[in-house]
C-alpha cells in the first residue's frame, strides 16, 4: 500500500513538478563557455535549495570549474549514490530552433505532449525525475527514501575536468554500494533498458607539417610534399575494404558477444534499414559480419571527427598548404587499452610519415570500456521494478556512447552502477529543438520510485 499512495503522490503533484523542472530548464548553464559561470552557479545553488527544502543535507562544492551539488539523507540500509548534470550543450545554431531555448514549453506533437528547451531530455529532466520520486516519497511517507547520497555535476558537457580530483578527494563520503546514472534513455518509448555495456574513448588531434609556409602550387606543386595529400592517405589506409580497423593491435581485448546476449538482442524489435534510412543511408559500413546493433553495442571504431587544411574559403585558391589537422576518435570495447590504442595510431602515423614531413599530436584524455556485472541483485531488482511501470519488460543493452562516469566510480569509488534513464532517440540532445517527452518524465519519476522502492525494502 505505501508503494500506491507514493505513487498516487507522483501523479498529483505532477503539474507542480513540471513548473519546477520548468524554472531550472530556465538557468543557462552552459559549462563550456566562460561567459555562463555564473548561470551554472545560479543552477547549482538552486539544486541545493530545492534538495534543502526536501531534507536532504545539500551543498554546493566549488571546484577550479564549475560546482558540485552533493546531497545525502542517511538512513540504515544500503547506500545508494544518484549522479546527474545540471550543465547543459551551447544552443547554437540558434537560428535553428523555433522558439527561445531557454524558455521552456509543454508542447504538442503527434507523439503526445513534450517538454521542449535545452537540457529538457539531456540532463535536467533525467536528473528531476529522481529529485521528484524523492518529493513525491517525503510527501507521501512523511521521510525519504533510504540511505541515499546524490552528487550533481556542473562540467560533465564540457569534459568533466574536476571531476576526478573531486572524487578522488571525496571518496570516503561518496562511495556506496551501488551507484544510479540517469543519463541514458529507453530502447524505444515503451521499453525500458538498463544500459550494460558503454564503450570507452581514446582521440587523437594532430596536424602534418610539410614545407616552412603555403607555396604557389603551379610553382611548387609536383615536387613539393602536399600535407594535406600526406593525411588523406593515412586516413584512407585506417580500415580495410571489410570495415576492419587496421592499427597493429587494435583488436586485442575485443571479446565476441556472448551467445545469450546475442540471441536477446537479435529478438529486439530494432528495424536496421529503418535505423539508418532515418538518416538517408541505406548500408551498414561497419564490419561486414557484424549486425547493426553489434556494430553500435559491443564493436569498437575508428571515426574521422574532422579535417582541415588549405584554403577553404569561397573561390578558388591554388594553394600548397603547409599544414594539414585532423581529429580521430576512437570508441573502444571489452578490455581494449585506450592508452595502447592511442600509441597505436601515433606509431601508425609516424610511419607513414614521408621525408620532410613532421607532426604534432594533441591526445586528449581516454578511458576504457565498462561492462557492469548483471549478475549483482541490483540489476534484477532494478528490471523488475521497471517492468512493472511501462507497457513492455526492461531488457538490457549496450550503449554506443561513453560516460567517463561509470568507470571513474568503478576506479575512485570502487563502485558499480545501474544507469537507467528514459531519454529517447529522437530528443535532440545537443541539437536545436531538444525535447523531452512528458510521458518519460512522469513514467520516470513513477519508475524511480518504483526502483527504490526495490533498493531500499
Known amino acids: 500500500m505505501q508503494l500506491i499512495s507514493i505513487l498516487n503522490a507522483a501523479d498529483a503533484q505532477l503539474d507542480a513538478s513540471v513548473t519546477r523542472l520548468f524554472d531550472l530548464l530556465r538557468i543557462q548553464s552552459i559549462s563550456t563557455d566562460p561567459a555562463y559561470k555564473e548561470p551554472c552557479q545560479e543552477a547549482a545553488d538552486w539544486l541545493v ?57 509543454l508542447e504538442d506533437t503527434e507523439g503526445g505532449k513534450v517538454i521542449r528547451a535545452r537540457g529538457a531530455s539531456d540532463d535536467k529532466g533525467q ?62 518509448p515503451e521499453t525500458p533498458a538498463i544500459t550494460t555495456m558503454l564503450r570507452g574513448m581514446a582521440q587523437e588531434d594532430f596536424t602534418i607539417s610539410g614545407p616552412d609556409r603555403d607555396l604557389h602550387s603551379g610553382m611548387y606543386g609536383g615536387p613539393a610534399i ?60 561497419g564490419e561486414e559480419s557484424r549486425s547493426v546493433l553489434e556494430q553500435v553495442w559491443s564493436r569498437p571504431t575508428c571515426d574521422i571527427n574532422g579535417i582541415w587544411g588549405g584554403y577553404t ?57 565498462t561492462t557492469m556485472p548483471i549478475e549483482a541483485p541490483e540489476f534484477a531488482k532494478a528490471q523488475a521494478a521497471l517492468s512493472d511501470e511501462w507497457p513492455n519488460d526492461a531488457v538490457f543493452i549496450g550503449s554506443g556512447g561513453s560516460i567517463p562516469i561509470v568507470g571513474h566510480f568503478r576506479t575512485y569509488l570502487d563502485t558499480d552502477s545501474v544507469l537507467i534513464g528514459y531519454g529517447l532517440d529522437d530528443d535532440n540532445i545537443h541539437s536545436p529543438n531538444e525535447k523531452y517527452n512528458l510521458s518519460s518524465y512522469q513514467k520516470g519519476i513513477r519508475s524511480w520510485i518504483r526502483i527504490l522502492d526495490a533498493l531500499t525494502e
Open 226 to 285: 602536399n600535407p594535406i595529400r600526406v593525411l588523406t592517405k593515412i586516413l584512407g589506409n585506417l580500415h580495410d575494404d571489410q570495415g576492419r580497423v587496421t592499427l597493429p593491435g587494435f583488436y586485442e581485448g575485443v571479446p565476441e558477444l556472448p551467445a545469450d546476449v546475442k540471441a536477446s538482442w537479435d529478438a529486439l524489435p530494432f528495424d536496421a534499414a529503418k535505423f539508418l534510412g532515418d538518416v538517408s543511408l541505406s548500408k551498414p559500413a
Open 127 to 188: 536528473l528531476m525525475t529522481f529529485v521528484e520520486a524523492c518529493r513525491a516519497w517525503k510527501v507521501a511517507t512523511g521521510t525519504l527514501p533510504g540511505n541515499i547520497t546524490i552528487l550533481f555535476e556542473g562540467e560533465e558537457e564540457s569534459g568533466s575536468p574536476s571531476l576526478i580530483p573531486f572524487l578522488k578527494a571525496n571518496a570516503e563520503e561518496l562511495k556506496a554500494d551501488i551507484a544510479l546514472v540517469c543519463d541514458t534513455g529507453m530502447f524505444d
Open 313 to 369: 574559403g569561397a573561390g578558388f585558391k591554388t594553394v600548397l598548404p603547409s599544414k594539414a589537422s585532423a581529429k580521430v576518435s576512437f570508441r573502444l570495447v571489452g578490455t581494449q587499452d585506450a592508452d595502447d590504442i592511442q600509441q597505436s595510431f601515433r606509431d601508425f602515423v609516424m610511419a607513414n610519415l614521408p621525408p620532410d614531413c613532421s607532426v604534432e599530436f594533441r591526445g586528449k584524455d581516454t578511458a576504457g570500456a
Open 49 to 105: 535549495r530545492d534538495l534543502t527544502e526536501l531534507g536532504f543535507e545539500a551543498s554546493r562544492r566549488d571546484t577550479p570549474g564549475h560546482p558540485m551539488v552533493v546531497a545525502h539523507h542517511k538512513a540504515p540500509g544500503p547506500h545508494i549514490l544518484f549522479y546527474g548534470h545540471y550543465d547543459v550543450q551551447p544552443v547554437d545554431p540558434l537560428d535553428l530552433w523555433n522558439r527561445d531555448p531557454f524558455d521552456p514549453v
